[in-house]
């Protein structure tokens, strides 16, 4: 792992006062730059301008890079584990076998960005754009995708609650604190999570049938806008 030089961190410095209105302080201009196995862990890089830049196998785990524009950055093989990007500008980025286990990309634009073999379990993605964007071998074990849009994404061999994936996942809306999602796998499985609850099809259907999930809810309405909106994923599932 590669420390930062003297300059590196005086820049860090002045990008840090700059967010914070101090005197002294400007932004980070640090397109193309190479930060290459350089150890960022932790730095404060919101708003900073990072297109083009090399950020191969880096560590910047813990890192801020919320609104960040990282517009084709490559940071194949970084660690970005629990790093924040909300809001990010990731547009043909390349994130090839990184790991955001955990990170936040909230409202991101990864439109086109490659993320093959990338790691992101438990990572935050609602809001967030992929489209085009090639997740192939990818693991989203965890994963919120709420709200994100995956127009035309590859996902092969992509997982999610551990299978493979045979397309995008579904999302239905109007479950009030409960998202549901829905995955088909490579393998004929059917799988609904509705909130942290994640069951195949056969299993919700026993679930509803034998009335337990009426517990986990706390009004009648709510669990039969779950049911209703259960049902509706299942029929979207059946169609293949």
């Given at each position: 792992m ?6 590196e961190?005086a820049?860090l410095?002045?990008?840090a ?8 302080g400007?932004?980070a201009?640090l397109e193309?730059?190479d ?6 862990y932790g ?8 297109s ?8 910047l785990?813990?890192?801020s890079l919320d609104g960040a524009?990282?517009?084709r950055a490559?940071?194949d ?7 924040s ?7 043909g980025?390349s ?8 990170a936040s990309?909230s409202g ?9 073999r990338?790691i992101l ?5 609602s809001g967030?754009?992929l489209?085009?964007?090639?997740l192939d ?5 965890g994963?919120?995708?709420i ?21 995008p996942?579904?999302?239905v809306s109007?479950v009030?604190?409960?998202p549901?999602m ?8 059917k799988?609904?999570?509705i909130?942290?609850k994640i069951h195949?099809v056969?299993?919700?259907?026993g679930?509803?049938?034998?009335n337990?999930?009426?517990?986990l809810?706390n009004?009648d309405e709510?669990y ?5 909106a ?6 979207e599932l059946?169609?293949g």
């Amino acid at each position: 792992m590669r420390e930062l030089t003297k300059k590196e961190l005086a820049i860090l410095s002045r990008h840090a006062k700059w967010l914070n209105d101090e005197r002294g302080g400007k932004r980070a201009e640090l397109e193309r730059y190479d930060f290459s196995g350089a150890n960022l862990y932790g730095a404060s890089l919101d708003r900073a301008r990072l297109s083009g830049a090399s950020l191969y196998r880096a560590d910047l785990s813990g890192a801020s890079l919320d609104g960040a524009r990282l517009y084709r950055a490559s940071l194949d093989g970084a660690s970005l584990y629990r790093a924040s990007l909300d809001g990010a500008d990731l547009i043909g980025a390349s994130l090839s076998g990184a790991s955001l286990i955990g990170a936040s990309l909230s409202g991101a634009i990864l439109d086109g960005a490659s993320l093959y073999r990338a790691i992101l379990d438990g990572a935050d993605l609602s809001g967030a754009s992929l489209d085009g964007a090639r997740l192939d071998g990818a693991s989203l074990d965890g994963a919120s995708l709420i709200g994100a849009s995956l127009s035309g994404a590859s996902l092969y061999r992509a997982k999610i609650f551990g299978i493979e994936i045979a397309k995008p996942p579904f999302f239905v809306s109007g479950v009030s604190g409960y998202p549901l999602m829905a995955v088909t796998g490579t393998k004929g499985e059917k799988i609904v999570k509705i909130g942290c609850k994640i069951h195949s099809v056969d299993e919700w259907d026993g679930i509803f049938a034998a009335n337990t999930y009426r517990d986990l809810v706390n009004t009648d309405e709510q669990y039969d806008a779950h049911r209703r909106a259960y049902e509706f994923a299942k029929a979207e599932l059946s169609r293949g």
